[in-house]
């Protein structure tokens, strides 16, 4: 079992960054793979980005690509995004996940997630 807190969120404006956190409890963090998604306001959940155990492999979004950086550290079970050069398109609330499969952006993969944590971008 994992339970994940996401924390970093909040206003800023565009072309401004932000950095958000997951904090995971359970002894095996290391194990998963995690993820980072978004949903916007009427909007369906998105991948956004994902980091397999150790840290060498990365997948993202074509949104995320070139702005948004993913890491871990696997000693503080925390998992984080970077985003960079955020416009008005990246509001939304990110939630964190985890999955114990493979790396991928298909949400059924996912088995845990965490509550959420706003991000708006003002134009």
């Known amino acids: 079992q994992v339970q994940l807190v996401e924390s970093g969120g909040g206003f800023v404006q565009a072309g401004g960054s932000l950095r958000l956190s997951c904090a995971a409890s359970?002894?095996?963090?290391?194990?998963?793979?995690m993820g980072w998604f978004r949903q916007a306001p009427g909007k369906e959940r998105e991948f956004v980005a994902a980091?397999?155990?150790?840290?060498?492999?990365?997948l993202y979004a074509d949104s995320a690509k070139g702005r948004f950086t993913i890491s871990r550290d696997n000693a503080k079970n925390t998992v984080f995004l970077q985003m960079n050069s955020l416009k008005p398109e990246d509001t939304a609330v990110y939630y964190c996940?985890?999955?114990?499969?493979?790396?991928?952006?298909?949400?059924?993969?996912?088995?845990?997630w965490g509550q959420g944590t706003q991000v708006t971008v003002s134009s």
């Open positions: 996940a985890a999955n114990s499969r493979r790396l991928g952006s298909d949400r059924t993969l996912y088995n845990y």
């Open positions: 359970g002894r095996t963090f290391p194990d998963y793979i």
């Open positions: 980091i397999t155990w150790g840290g060498g492999g990365t």
